[in-house]
């Protein structure tokens, strides 16, 4: 969506907003991403809330996961509404009085009840029973968030309703809203994340699903789509080198004890760039720019290993 000053004027935010999916072959789902920017000559405007929603078939996908720990069979949005619910303090709130399945009565239903900390939040979705189907959305990267690690962003609720997260000021408020002026050029991208789709055959355990998206959660985080990245910065403009500061850090590899040996990193290289503007705020407060890493690692026997980043400046990473 292109912002047009003389029609759009009063009524839509002044940004240019270009929507991205990305289609890989022998991928079962698509990446998606997008670009936002904000010209110098135009108006002042806010963003506190940006996200892609997925809303699925009801009558399909009833369970709900977002971790080993937290997942369930879940209310109907019907459930939520004045005949069959009572509204509570606030809006998202809704205590099931007669709900369409009996077994949720009594329950508060609330989307926030589902929130995760960035640093967790790597894979949530659904389960169809009938056929059985899932739809995961998987966040590999965290460059473009923002709020650090600990930040708590929504995932999953009913609806059923999947949200792959842009930039949000929940649980953290004015300090994390994007403020720009009328002479602010701007430009970041969101994302990628993944739309992972799977299927068993029939009589297969149906949490065989999430199973499987964890694995494909795990590949996607430590083997972080290339080509995808490749496609990206083809098409987008960012910062030039000059822009950017290399931050100092320490680098501690964990080493685990698997059998008579230890693993052990043959060769590890990582370079971690932050915008100058970041050590003015503290890279978990930065919400305009982004955070690039690069790295390359060998491990012996492909095992995996932990990373541990002690800073020595500001911002932290």
């Excluded at 965290?142 to 995932?155: A, H, N």
Aim: charged residues 25%; aromatic residues 12%.
């Amino acid at each position: 969506r292109m912002w047009d000053p003389s029609i759009d004027q009063g009524k839509l935010v002044p940004l240019n907003i270009d929507k991205r999916y990305v289609m890989l072959r022998d991928s079962s789902g698509f990446y998606s991403y997008a670009i936002y920017e904000h010209l110098e000559e135009w108006p002042a405007f806010n963003i506190d809330n940006t996200r892609i929603a997925f809303k699925l078939r009801e009558d399909m996908f009833r369970y709900m996961a977002i971790a080993d720990n937290r997942q369930r069979f879940m209310p109907l949005p019907e459930d939520r509404l004045a005949d069959r619910g009572q509204a509570l303090a606030y809006p998202e709130a809704v205590l099931l009085v007669n709900p369409v399945e009996p077994d949720f009565k009594g329950e508060v239903d609330d989307k926030y009840q589902y929130s995760c900390e960035n640093k967790d939040n790597r894979v949530h979705g659904w389960i169809s029973n009938n056929p059985s189907v899932g739809f995961w959305q998987i966040t590999a990267s965290d460059e473009f968030r923002s709020g650090g690690p600990l930040k708590q962003c929504l995932t999953s609720h009913v609806g059923p309703t999947t949200l792959a997260i842009f930039h949000s000021v929940h649980y953290s408020g004015e300090d994390l809203v994007l403020k720009f002026g009328p002479n602010e050029p701007w430009k970041k991208v969101f994302g990628p994340v993944f739309i992972f789709l799977n299927s068993l055959t029939d009589g297969d355990d149906p949490l065989l699903l999430w199973e499987d998206a964890k694995q494909q959660g795990h590949l996607h985080t430590y083997r972080f789509c290339d080509n995808v990245w490749t496609f990206i910065l083809q098409g987008a403009t960012f910062k030039s080198e000059e822009c950017q500061e290399t931050v100092s850090q320490r680098e501690m590899v964990a080493r685990k004890k698997v059998g008579a040996g230890l693993i052990t990193c043959r060769n590890f290289v990582t370079k971690v760039k932050g915008l100058k503007a970041a050590a003015n705020v503290g890279y978990t407060m930065d919400s305009e720019s982004f955070f690039e890493t690069q790295y390359k690692r060998t491990v012996q026997n492909s095992t995996k290993f932990l990373i541990l980043y002690s800073s020595e400046t500001t911002p932290s990473v």
